[in-house]
C-alpha cells in the first residue's frame, strides 16, 4: 500500500483503486457472481476471478497455479459447479501443467448483444486489479473464501466515506465472517447491517452512491451545463474589440495592452479579447471536484507561498499577471479540470496569498497574507504588519 506525506510529518491515505464509475463496475460484477446457480462459497470466489478476466473477450484464462493460490477449500468442485452452471472448464485446469493457462468460456460474457458486464478495457483492468488486492489485503488474505468474499463485497458497497450497507445480495455464507473482518481490522465497526471500512483498507472502497446521491449529482451535471451554455458570447472581431477598447479607461487599456502586446505569451486574439470582452461565469463545482481539490490542496501544503511567488516573477517578465491555468501550468500542477484550478486559485485569494481585479483577466497579483511574509511586486511597499 503506498502512502504520502504531507509535508508536515501527517501520512495521506493512499488514493481510491476505483472511480465512482469503475465501482459500479465491481458491484455490478459481484450482484452477477451472487445470482449464479453455485453451491459453495468456493465456486463464488472462483467464479469472481474468471468473470472479471472474462468480461472484454468471454474466456478468462486461469492456471493450475493461479487455482491453488486462492487456496479453496475443494477447488475440484468449485470448477465443477462453474461447469454444472454452462461455464466451459478445460480438463486440464485440476490435472494438467500447472502453469498452462485454461481458458473458460463464459457464454454470458460472449461479445455482442446480452453481454452482462460491458467493460472498456481500463475498467476491466481497474476492477480486475482491484479485485486482487482486496483478496491480498492483509487483514484477509489468510482468510476462508468466505472471507474474502465478502471483503469485496463490503468493500465494493462503501461510500467515500468508508460507510456501507450490507447489500442484499451478500451471499448467505458471507454473514458469519462479518465477525472475523471486524476482528481482523478490516472493518473498524458494524452495527447491524451498517458498516465502517477501516481507513487502513479505505482505499479498497467502491465509492458506493445512493440513488439520491446520483440524482444530486445528474442535477449538479445540469447546472454546470446551463452555466456553461449561458457563459457562451458571440466570438470577438477586430472591430467589436476596437470599439470595446475605446470605452475603457486608461489605466485598463494599459493592462489590456499589455497583455495584448506580450511577446512571452503570444496569445491569439480570440484568447484575450474574448477573455475581456466577456465577464467570466463561475461554473457549480460538483462534489467530487471538492474532494479531489482536499486531496490536491493535501500534496501541495505550501501552494499559497509558492503561487504568491510566481505571480511576482510571472509580473516582472510579462508586464501582466498570469492567467488560471498559466499560473498552475507554470507551477507544475498538471492534469487539472478547469472547475479545480478554478477552486484552487479562488482559494488561494480568499486566504489572501493571491488577490485579482475582478472580472478583469490576468490580474493575479500576491494578497495580504503574502505581503505579510515579505511576497510583494516589484517596487510595492506594505504597511508594517502586512496591512
Request: proline residues 9%; charged residues 20%; aromatic residues 6%.
Amino acid at each position: 500500500m503506498t502512502t504520502a506525506s504531507t509535508g508536515d510529518g501527517v501520512v495521506a491515505p493512499p488514493p481510491f483503486l476505483l472511480t465512482p464509475h469503475q465501482g459500479e463496475s465491481a458491484r455490478a460484477l459481484l450482484s452477477y457472481v451472487a445470482a449464479l446457480p453455485l453451491r459453495s462459497v468456493d465456486a463464488q470466489l472462483l467464479a469472481a476471478v474468471v468473470a472479471i478476466r472474462a468480461a472484454r473477450t468471454g474466456v478468462g484464462n486461469l492456471t493450475g497455479t493461479d487455482l491453488r493460490s486462492l487456496r479453496l477449500e475443494d477447488p475440484a468442485g468449485a470448477v465443477a459447479d462453474l461447469s454444472a452452471a454452462g461455464w466451459e472448464v478445460p480438463a486440464h485446469l485440476i490435472d494438467g501443467d500447472p502453469d498452462k493457462p485454461a481458458g473458460i468460456l463464459v457464454p454470458d460474457m460472449t461479445p455482442g448483444p446480452g453481454h452482462v458486464l460491458p467493460l472498456g478495457k481500463d475498467a476491466r483492468s481497474r476492477v480486475s486489479g482491484w479485485c486482487l488486492r482486496t483478496r491480498l489485503a492483509k487483514p484477509v488474505r489468510k482468510g476462508s473464501s468466505a472471507v474474502r468474499l465478502a471483503a469485496l463485497f463490503l468493500a465494493a458497497h462503501c461510500s467515500a466515506e468508508l460507510v456501507g450497507h450490507a447489500p442484499a445480495d451478500l451471499p448467505a455464507a458471507c454473514y458469519p465472517a462479518v465477525p472475523v473482518l471486524l476482528e481482523k481490522g478490516f472493518l473498524a465497526e458494524v452495527t447491524g447491517k451498517t458498516y465502517r471500512l477501516a481507513p487502513a483498507v479505505g482505499h479498497l472502497a467502491g465509492l458506493f452512491r445512493t440513488p439520491e446521491e446520483i440524482a444530486a449529482l445528474a442535477r449538479e451535471a445540469e447546472e454546470r451545463r446551463a452555466a456553461r451554455e449561458a457563459a457562451v458570447a458571440p466570438e470577438a472581431t477586430p472591430e467589436s474589440w476596437a470599439e470595446w477598447k475605446a470605452d475603457v479607461s486608461p489605466a485598463l487599456l494599459r493592462h489590456v495592452e499589455a497583455v495584448e502586446t506580450c511577446r512571452l505569451c503570444r496569445l491569439p486574439f480570440a484568447r484575450y479579447a474574448n477573455a475581456f470582452m466577456t465577464a467570466p461565469t463561475p461554473l457549480p463545482m460538483p462534489r467530487s471536484g471538492l474532494d479531489a481539490y482536499e486531496t490536491w490542496r493535501t500534496g501541495h501544503p505550501d501552494c499559497g507561498r509558492e503561487a504568491a511567488q510566481f505571480t511576482v516573477a510571472f509580473r516582472t517578465g510579462h508586464g501582466h499577471g498570469p492567467s488560471y491555468g498559466q499560473l498552475c501550468k507554470g507551477l507544475g500542477w498538471k492534469k487539472l479540470s478547469r472547475e479545480l484550478r478554478g477552486v484552487i486559485v479562488r482559494t488561494l485569494i480568499d486566504e489572501g496569498w493571491l488577490t485579482s481585479t475582478p472580472p478583469v483577466p490576468w490580474t493575479l497579483r500576491p494578497g495580504k497574507t503574502a505581503h505579510a511574509q515579505g511576497i510583494v511586486l516589484p517596487g510595492q511597499m506594505t504597511r508594517p504588519g502586512g496591512r
